[in-house]
């Protein structure tokens, strides 16, 4: 049975998003909420036809060059979506053109759907031409999950009125932009039997783009012309079109990087001359997408709005995450917008990794292996710090080099620059990425990537550890000074709670680590300790730090202190500021909120969050509770940062807080679907997207992963009355189909193989 759920701007059923009313002050939101992509790139939702001031823009992951200021950022490709109809006169000597654009005529009909099943965005419109000439087209794409190289454009056209000429013309814009700026010099371009090609060059990082077009066109005899405008080459055809007659014309595109081949303009032209037709390409997408679903999909009943906004959230995290290629992430902003210039920050291994994980988990070992990768990028952040081992990136791209802009320009002219300080204090990423390759190991149990990958990316960045603690002899205590914790609001702490015990976690485990791949894998064992000059003395000092690691927590009432001083700050009452719709960081300033225990997003709740599963500190009721009670009132939740709700929800649901949860899960599952933080047009936010599947699955859901495997205990929210899931957990799929009421389920073929678990978990 279809369910339907209706917002503002959209109707939402199981599988589909429809916008009835073309509204173009929103234009660039909805660019973002209509992507579609393929894991390779993403292909914001403008339009074939072009709007005034629209961004066109497609991603391909990877495929970065410099900037200045933020170093590198993702380079908007060529645009393969112009698809222009042109309404002529009755003859060809008639001179009257009337090309097809919402802001001129009238617009009859304007539905615009994206089918999260297949990937495929479709728009259906009557338009009535300045001149009264009236037609229906119906327009599709998708970005095929078949074979990551393929675009498709379908549009039928339908005269309802008139009998006369109509042209199509189908191109490739070679002038992209990234915000005024072009990455891309021109090669060449040409034409084959097939179509058009073009080649491009990035301009310094010397990525070179092959893209190749064809047009076909049934239900009228018609021919094609080539057109090779420098930097625009176009196809058209011009066709006697008969009123109530559909004719349809198809475009199919194909793209390479000289990140995949050599080659990339006889890749394209190559692949181009041996494509099928639109339907059977559409068919093997199709299946594509149901094999994908089969292990991501989740099924809500009873909340139809909740229903459809959980799948396209997983939806945007599906198009985002590189099937093929191990040396690209998934930046905070998707593959979907400018935003954060397609820079990777921990938002991924947090955030978004466990969907992936649970679900996808080859393309979770992607996402992990890219951190791999970009050691080389890690180690020269230490050295240049003065630190051993690797420090990660607080924002990274193609080499693991430090991103984050030092600066941010004042917004206007007479307005100061922000020093961002990230860059130099968020170090917490170094404790997040372990614990990402910790888990992905212990949920996957593929010790073929520890041994190869894993290890070093958790020994390598536990060494830096050893570097940076501080040993304050006074208090016979380590401390870790000057950090920014996660929350951002205050930006030079000492012993932040969250830093200190990510970083003791992760000596843990990489002593365990270390002791396992001594024990199975000695070849490799030796081999790291000397690229990492690893020592006896460096695994003892690494115990010492985790026994002697500073934490502010009162163990009468588990009350822990996020940073040295912070309940010395200035109080703050949230709800004196009720009705702002902004942060409380744009409302006081920076400097002032610094001063206040008003907090970015959850930080100790955070650290609680992803402790749960381990039985050691800080993690127990009793703690969740004070702390809750205490942190989650001075939490900025709606306007602080995005990646907040989420979490929030996940706590407020084992705390049984089920209104609070929900309405926090709302905010984070809403937040591009209605735009509810106004930034939707920078891009999708993937770590909310993330943040989503967690709420869902541990949150409602309750998994926990027991050594049994996951078991559920669920607190569905009113109204939900079904939740159904799948989880892959050591090889094995685990089916959960939970129903109001119900209190614990499990339905698992798992068995457990008790020798192999303890491997896995050698110091529990
Ligand atoms: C958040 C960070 C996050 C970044 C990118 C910031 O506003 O505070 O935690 O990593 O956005 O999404």
């Not at 992507?35 to 914001?44: E, V």
């Not at 588990?558 to 949230?574: A, Y």
């Not at 050591?730 to 389920?745: I, R």
Request: overall charge negative; charged content about 25%; proline content about 4%.
């Amino acid at each position: 049975m279809q369910t339907e759920g209706r917002s503002r701007h959209f109707i939402y059923t199981d599988w589909i998003l429809t916008e009835t009313q073309f509204d173009p002050d929103q234009l660039h939101s909805k660019e973002t909420v209509f992507t579609i992509g393929n894991g390779y790139l993403g292909t914001k939702g403008s339009f074939e036809e072009g709007y005034p001031h629209a961004l066109p823009a497609t991603f391909i992951n990877g495929v970065y060059d410099d900037v200045p200021v933020v170093y590198t950022e993702l380079a908007n490709c060529p645009d393969w979506l112009p698809l222009v109809v042109i309404v002529n006169g009755e003859s060809p000597t008639e001179t009257l053109r009337e090309r097809f654009r919402l802001d001129q005529g009238e617009i009859l009909r304007y539905d615009r759907q994206l089918d999260l099943r297949y990937g495929l965005l479709s728009r259906y419109l009557r338009w009535r031409s300045p001149s009264g000439k009236t037609i229906d087209i119906h327009f599709e794409r998708f970005a095929s999950l078949a074979d990551q190289h393929v675009l498709a454009q379908r549009c039928h056209l339908t005269p309802v009125d008139f009998d006369g000429l109509i042209e199509v013309q189908g191109s490739i814009n070679g002038y992209p932009e990234n915000q005024g700026f072009n990455h891309w010099e021109g090669l060449d371009q040409g034409k084959t039997d097939q179509g058009i090609w073009l080649q491009r060059r990035t301009r310094h990082s010397r990525i070179e783009l092959g893209m190749g077009a064809t047009m076909r066109i049934s239900g009228a005899e018609a021919s094609l012309q080539v057109s090779t405008a420098p930097g625009y080459p176009t196809l058209s055809t011009t066709y006697l079109a008969k009123s109530q007659q559909t004719v349809t014309v198809e475009k199919i595109v194909t793209i390479f990087t000289s990140r995949e081949t050599e080659t990339p303009v006889s890749a394209a032209i190559e692949k181009l001359a041996h494509l099928p037709d639109y339907a059977t390409l559409l068919k093997a997408n199709q299946q594509a997408w149901d094999e994908i679903w089969q292990q991501s999909d989740i099924l809500i009943e009873g909340d139809s709005t909740a229903a459809f906004a959980v799948r396209y959230n997983l939806f945007q995290l599906l198009i985002a995450g590189a099937r093929h290629d191990d040396r690209v992430s998934i930046p905070a902003k998707t593959l979907s917008g400018f935003g954060y210039r397609g820079h990777i920050f921990w938002d991924t291994e947090i955030f978004m990794l466990p969907f992936f994980l649970f679900t996808q988990p080859a393309i979770a070992r992607n996402l992990l292996s890219y951190r791999w990768h970009t050691l080389p990028g890690a180690r020269r952040k230490a050295t240049h710090y003065g630190y051993k081992g690797a420090m990660f990136a607080w924002e990274s791209a193609d080499t693991g080099d430090e991103v984050t802009p030092r600066w941010a320009l004042g917004n206007d002219f007479y307005g100061e620059d922000v020093r961002i300080w990230c860059r130099d204090r968020e170090i917490h990423i170094n404790a997040d990425i372990p614990y990402a390759a910790w888990n992905y190991w212990q949920t996957t149990g593929d010790d073929e990537w520890m041994q190869q990958r894993g290890a070093e990316i958790i020994l390598d960045a536990a060494i830096f550890w050893g570097s940076r603690v501080e040993f304050n002899s006074e208090r016979q205590k380590y401390e870790i000074r000057g950090v920014i914790g996660v929350d951002e609001y205050h930006e030079f702490v000492h012993n932040n709670a969250f830093t200190n015990r990510m970083a003791q976690w992760h000596l843990e485990k990489a002593i365990a680590v270390y002791d396992w791949l001594a024990q199975k894998f000695p070849e490799r064992a030796t081999e790291l300790e000397q690229k990492l000059k690893l020592t006896p003395e460096e695994r003892t000092h690494w115990q010492d730090i985790i026994a002697k690691i500073l934490f502010l927590h009162d163990p009468s009432t588990e009350l822990i202190e996020q940073f040295e001083g912070f309940f010395q700050l200035e109080d703050i009452n949230l709800a004196d500021y009720e009705g702002r719709d902004r942060s409380m960081q744009a409302i006081l300033g920076i400097e002032k909120t610094n001063k206040y225990q008003v907090i970015k997003q959850p930080d100790i709740l955070m650290l609680l969050y992803l402790m749960r599963e381990s039985a050691d500190f800080p993690y127990n009721e009793k703690a969740l509770q004070t702390n809750w009670n205490y942190y989650a009132p001075r939490t900025d939740i709606t306007y602080g940062s995005s990646l907040g709700p989420a979490v929030h929800a996940i706590l407020a649901s084992d705390l049984s807080r089920s209104a609070e949860a929900y309405e926090v899960f709302m905010q984070a599952l809403m937040v591009d679907l209605e735009d509810n933080r106004g930034n939707t047009s920078d891009g999708i936010h993937g770590a909310t997207a993330g943040g989503v599947w967690q709420a869902v699955i541990f949150g409602f859901g309750g998994i926990q992963l027991t050594e049994n495997g996951p078991v559920a205990n669920c607190h569905l929210p009113d109204g939900w009355t079904r939740l159904k899931f799948k989880l892959h957990w050591q090889g094995k799929w685990h089916d959960f189909d939970l129903h109001k009421g119900q209190v614990t389920s499990l339905r698992s073929e798992f068995k457990i193989q008790n020798s192999k678990f303890k491997i896995n978990y050698p110091h529990k």
